[in-house]
């Protein structure tokens, strides 16, 4: 009886409050089916006829379990061994089951090679959604993802090598393991350009090749030099750039000679990174590492940038996608989480913010989405010339604005969360963490700008093309119209452009946005982003749309749960 008593007692004591006004996690939801600005999108660009299995995605991506193994990828960071317990020589990454996981998911649907071995219309478009679900659950892994994707066009640029690669890296599936690539039936494919004295300017690169026989392309060398930044040091293979007597020039080289010997390629370790941690990034050294030549001797950086226009197209997805993300978190929580006795989606401040980095996602998802349409007209068999023109304009410019906004817009995202925003319980972190990879990686910023200048200067069709596109919506909006008027003069004297670079590009990317925007038809959102986003003030933070505007409808579309 005393002991009941007491133990009565002590329970009562330890009961210090109950848990309330927290929101529910985001999981078990469909990510596909309640993202009305994806869906339009998809619609809009060709890709309808994926629907239902982009429905089918999205309710995969949106469960516990593929969310927490995104989790679990991070929390358990990728492992460099050079040697296995004999000594042998091995340079293995091992990496958490999460991991592969979602590699598993990613490569055996598809995501690396779904446009290239089915091309239709709209194939791009469906295969960016899904990748917008898939690197909403975790985005380290989507770095081999893409970049064996993206390898495919610089591949086939050398039948020899195509006819043995291709089959492989095109196939769905996943295969780990430390062996040859002879001896799988799925590969996959890294990049190798950076080097310590040079990332942007790679024609600075050291690394030499020397034929092994024969010169040219499809042929055989050795490789001597390092890689500074080589990421997912993984995969099957890498197109890696070296120098020939001819010039700069790209090889493929496998991580195991055929032979079944190692491929004398060392990883020195791994990055230590900030964000994108479950993805390995290494520093590798060749020494004398066997390569084949992809392309012509000398014509290395315009073989690669067969693969680096594809992954730099990713990046707009991939930080689009981070947008998304970030948004439907915020939201979420925000329907959950009262103050002042008010549920916060409902304080009139709050309502500013959210709808205001909902309009950045509809931004970014309508210049992404359009150049995913481009890449199905150019790319196809009788690739559309006025296509290719627009994704060449259309890749830096999007690729700069894009990634460039996400940082903050991931802040102001976590913000919305308060203090729950900041630990790494929740995705906000990790997606904070994330946010300035894509704006470096693969061009930062500054190049991407200056990418833009180029195709200017040497394909001047490319700006004619633009403006064709702007042309669309002429009439539509005054503002509009004056900011693509003032857009114009940008170019009536180039005189200091490459000092100017920065402030075309922010031009170019917020007139084509608003211009899709209007002509995707959805009033509110085109209205507000052109209140906010051209009008005359020179800076703009997120909650301070103008007022009048329809923010219940932008609102609608953001929630991640209707
Ligand atoms: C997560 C991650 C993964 C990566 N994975 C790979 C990989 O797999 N393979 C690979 O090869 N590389 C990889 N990189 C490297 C990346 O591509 C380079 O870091 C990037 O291209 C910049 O090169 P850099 O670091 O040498 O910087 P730098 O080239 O030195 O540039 C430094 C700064 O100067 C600016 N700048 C350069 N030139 C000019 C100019 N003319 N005018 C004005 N500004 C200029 C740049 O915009 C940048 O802001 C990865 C990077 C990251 C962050």
Redesign the pocket.
């Known amino acids: 009886m005393k002991n009941t008593n007491t133990s009565q007692m002590s329970s009562q004591a330890s009961h210090t409050h109950d848990v309330f006004n927290q929101s529910p996690a985001l999981e078990n939801y469909n990510v596909y089916q309640n993202d009305n600005a994806l869906r339009d999108a998809v619609r809009r660009h060709g890709a309808s006829w994926a629907e239902p299995q982009l429905l089918k995605y999205g309710e995969k991506t949106g469960t516990k379990e593929v969310i927490e193994w995104g989790f679990l990828a991070n929390e358990h960071k990728p492992q460099f061994f050079p040697h296995d317990r004999q000594g042998f020589r091995v340079d293995e990454v091992k990496y958490h089951e999460s991991y592969h996981k979602l590699m598993a998911m990613g490569l055996e649907s598809g995501i690396h090679s779904s446009p290239w071995t089915t091309p239709q219309t709209g194939a791009h478009v469906a295969r960016a959604a899904q990748s917008y679900l898939q690197s909403q659950v975790e985005a380290g892994h989507g ?1 081999p993802l893409t ?1 064996t994707f993206a390898s495919v066009p610089s591949i086939k640029l050398t039948p020899k090598l195509a006819d043995t690669w291709l089959p492989k890296i095109l196939a769905r599936g996943y295969d780990p393991r430390n062996i040859p690539h002879t001896e799988k039936h799925a590969l996959t494919i ?13 024609r600075a690169n050291t690394t030499i090749a020397k034929p092994i026989t024969a010169t040219g392309a499809g042929e055989a060398y050795e490789l001597t030099g390092h ?6 040091p993984m995969c099957d293979a ?1 197109l890696v ?1 070296a120098q020939v007597s001819e010039g700069l020039s790209c090889f493929l080289v496998p991580r195991w000679r055929e032979d079944g010997s190692k491929n004398p390629i060392q990883v020195q370790r791994l ?1 230590n ?1 900030m ?2 941690v479950s ?1 390995a ?1 290494s520093e590798i050294e060749m020494r004398g590492a066997l390569g084949w030549m992809v392309g012509d001797p000398g014509r290395g950086v315009p073989a690669i940038i067969e693969m680096v226009a594809m992954t730099r197209f990713d990046c707009m997805i991939g930080s689009a996608s981070g947008q998304h993300q970030a948004v439907s978190q915020a939201i979420n929580h925000s329907m959950g989480r009262a103050a002042f006795g008010k549920t916060l989606i409902d304080q009139p401040l709050m309502r500013n913010v959210l709808a205001d980095l909902q309009l950045e996602v509809e931004g970014s998802l309508a210049i992404a989405m359009r150049m995913a349409e481009a890449m199905d007209n150019s790319l196809s068999k009788n690739g559309n010339e006025q296509e290719a023109l627009l994704l060449r304009l259309g890749l830096p410019a999007g690729k700069y604005w894009i990634c460039k906004r996400t940082p903050f817009h991931a802040y102001e995202a976590m913000e919305c969360l308060g203090g729950n925003g900041v630990t790494e319980d929740f995705i906000m972190a990790r997606l904070y963490r994330e946010a ?2 894509n704006a ?11 990418d833009m200048l180029r195709a200017l200067s040497k394909t001047p069709a490319v700006l004619d093309v633009w403006l064709q596109e702007l042309n669309k919506t002429r009439g539509a909006d005054k503002q509009l119209d004056h900011a693509v008027n003032k857009l114009k003069n940008e170019f009536a004297d180039l005189h200091n452009a ?1 000092y100017r670079a920065r402030h075309i590009v922010d031009q170019l990317s917020l007139t084509m946005q608003a211009s899709l925007l209007v002509e995707a038809g959805n009033t509110p959102v085109a209205e507000a982003f052109i209140a906010s986003r051209l009008n005359e003030r020179s800076a703009h933070n997120y909650g301070t749309l103008p007022q009048g505007l329809d923010l219940t409808a932008i609102l609608d579309r953001a929630n991640p749960w209707s």
Not at 190 to 202: A, F, I, P, Y
């Open positions: 770095c970049m890294g990049m190798g350009m950076t080097e310590k004295q040079g990332g942007s300017d790679v890689k500074w930044f080589t990421s997912a890498f750039l990055k990174k964000g994108n993805n990034s300035p990879i470096i990686w693969e061009g930062s910023g500054n190049v991407q700008a200056l490459e």
